[in-house]
């Protein structure tokens, strides 16, 4: 294993890590709600009544992220390379994926193990291992 | 003022998501590419979030309501069952094929990036396919606060 020095960002990454910790924590102990994407997504395209707007309310501020951070210039617009079959075959996956998993990266991974959840923790090393593998094949077998 | 909470919960996970270069699709990759030139940063993502999470959720736990006096709805379910470890191994794919999972997919849709746009809407009808396969098999849905 050779590590990506040129890339690797420690301290941004821990610094980043450290706020989606916090809006987590705030949203689970102000509301009593779990700070997960896929379910807040999923609770916005299949509502139930009552528990929608909230919703819309943490996407609204999800979107509007980067404009807020580019008043301080310091937000960089993202760069998505993979092509437009894949980026949708990519999209069904994490819909369906997440949605039959009740959780993703956020769910799962940040409040799940936060919670010392055996559920979350399976999941996150499921999700990971088979991330891991479809990298490998797309990047070491089929190129 | 749930609202307002949310909006405000929104903008620090957003925030949190772009300083940690999660939006960038190419960090996420990094990370998984084990084989190739390996890229730590998303596990002191993780780090980070859980360091904070894990008092958060500690204080949580021991309490039945909200500081806004809603009930606590923390996720009940307890079992590693066929739905969790399919949906996690299919989840896991389509993360890895474009390096975007639903928070920072969002996020990027906030950057006016089109591709995000439609990584985001083929994700909405992924999720609405899982309630048409699902929700022809299964006659309810599970209880509010279920999802992880």
Same mark, same amino acid.
């Given at each position: 294993?050779?590590?990506?020095?040129?890339?690797?960002?420690?301290?941004?990454?821990?610094?980043?890590? $450290?706020? =989606?910790?916090?809006?987590?924590? =705030?949203?689970? @102990?102000?509301?009593?709600?779990?700070?997960?994407?896929?379910? =807040? $997504?999923?609770?916005?395209?299949?509502?139930?009544?009552?528990?929608?707007?909230?919703? @819309?309310?943490?996407?609204?501020?999800?979107? %509007?992220?980067?404009?807020?951070?580019?008043?301080?210039?310091?937000?960089?617009?993202?760069?998505?390379?993979?092509?437009?079959?894949?980026?949708? %075959?990519?999209?069904? @996956?994490?819909?369906?994926?997440? +949605?039959?998993?009740?959780?993703?990266?956020?769910?799962?991974?940040?409040?799940? $193990?936060?919670?010392?959840?055996?559920?979350?923790?399976?999941?996150?090393? @499921?999700?990971?291992?088979?991330?891991?593998?479809?990298?490998?094949?797309? +990047?070491?077998?089929?190129? | 003022?749930?609202?307002?909470?949310?909006?405000?919960? /929104?903008?620090? *996970?957003?925030?949190?998501?772009?300083?940690?270069?999660?939006?960038?699709?190419?960090?996420?990759?990094? *990370?998984?590419?084990?084989?190739?030139? !390996?890229?730590?940063?998303?596990? *002191?993502?993780?780090?980070?979030?859980?360091?904070?999470?894990?008092?958060? *959720?500690?204080?949580?736990?021991?309490?039945? &309501?909200?500081?806004?006096?809603? #009930?606590?709805?923390?996720?009940?379910?307890?079992?590693?069952?066929?739905?969790?470890?399919?949906?996690?191994?299919?989840?896991?794919?389509? !993360?890895?094929?474009?390096?975007?999972?639903? /928070?920072?997919?969002?996020?990027?849709?906030?950057?006016?990036? #089109?591709? &995000?746009?439609?990584?985001?809407?083929?994700?909405?009808?992924?999720?609405?396919?899982?309630?048409?396969?699902?929700?022809?098999?299964?006659?309810? &849905?599970?209880?509010?606060?279920?999802? &992880?």
């Amino acid at each position: 294993m050779t590590l990506d020095w040129a890339h690797f960002t420690p301290w941004a990454s821990l610094s980043g890590g $450290l706020l =989606i910790g916090l809006a987590a924590g =705030i949203l689970i @102990l102000g509301a009593g709600r779990i700070m997960g994407a896929a379910g =807040i $997504l999923g609770g916005a395209v299949d509502p139930r009544p009552g528990d929608v707007g909230w919703r @819309l309310w943490l996407i609204a501020g999800l979107l %509007l992220a980067p404009s807020l951070l580019m008043l301080f210039s310091v937000a960089r617009a993202p760069l998505i390379e993979t092509s437009w079959p894949a980026l949708i %075959l990519a999209g069904l @996956l994490v819909g369906f994926g997440t +949605r039959l998993a009740s959780g993703c990266t956020s769910g799962h991974g940040v409040c799940g $193990l936060s919670r010392l959840s055996p559920r979350s923790i399976a999941a996150t090393a @499921l999700f990971m291992l088979s991330g891991f593998a479809t990298v490998f094949v797309v +990047r070491h077998v089929l190129s | 003022m749930r609202n307002i909470l949310s909006l405000a919960v /929104g903008l620090v *996970f957003g925030i949190g998501l772009c300083v940690s270069g999660m939006t960038e699709p190419a960090k996420v990759l990094g *990370f998984l590419d084990l084989a190739g030139l !390996w890229d730590p940063s998303l596990a *002191f993502v993780m780090g980070g979030a859980i360091a904070i999470g894990l008092v958060a *959720f500690s204080f949580a736990k021991r309490r039945t &309501a909200a500081l806004n006096g809603e #009930p606590m709805q923390m996720p009940t379910a307890r079992a590693i069952d066929r739905p969790l470890v399919v949906g996690s191994l299919i989840f896991g794919i389509g !993360w890895s094929l474009a390096g975007i999972c639903p /928070g920072p997919g969002v996020v990027n849709v906030g950057f006016l990036n #089109p591709r &995000a746009l439609v990584f985001v809407a083929a994700m909405a009808i992924g999720m609405l396919a899982y309630k048409l396969v699902i929700g022809l098999r299964l006659p309810a &849905a599970g209880p509010i606060g279920q999802d &992880a």
